[in-house]
């Protein structure tokens, strides 16, 4: 089992930033994948980013590619999002994902490949 614990959201104004925490406990979190993930009232879960075991393969989303920078510290079990020039699109539930993997490289992008979920963190950004 894998358990993690965001932190980090609230309120921001458009084209402020915001940083999001994931903390993970319960597997070593250099075997997790780690991923972000958003839901927006009305629509569906989303992937945002993503990020291998070691921190140096990364995967977003366009829509937040040159905003949003995923990265991990596994001296501290923490993944983060830094989240830059937010506009109100951005406004949604926050998850943090992980996934066990043997591979050093594999970074997964879809829902399907993260067994383990955070249980959220809401970001809203006003106009």
């Known amino acids: 089992q894998v358990q993690l614990v965001e932190s980090g959201g609230g309120l921001a104004q458009a084209g402020g930033s915001l940083r999001l925490s994931c903390v993970a406990s319960?597997?070593?979190?250099?075997?997790?994948?780690m991923g972000w993930f958003r839901q927006a009232p009305g629509k569906e879960r989303e992937f945002v980013a993503s990020?291998?075991?070691?921190?140096?393969?990364?995967k977003y989303a366009d829509t937040v590619k040159d905003r949003f920078t995923v990265s991990r510290d596994n001296a501290k079990n923490t993944a983060y999002l830094q989240m830059n020039s937010l506009t109100p699109d951005d406004t949604a539930v926050y998850y943090c994902?992980?996934?066990?993997?043997?591979?050093?490289?594999?970074?997964?992008?879809?829902?399907?490949?993260?067994?383990?979920w955070g249980q959220g963190t809401q970001v809203t950004v006003s106009s």
């Open positions: 994902a992980a996934q066990t993997t043997t591979s050093p490289v594999w970074v997964g992008v879809s829902q399907s490949s993260f067994g383990w």
């Open positions: 990020i291998n075991r070691s921190g140096v393969i990364k």
């Open positions: 319960g597997r070593t979190f250099s075997t997790l994948v």
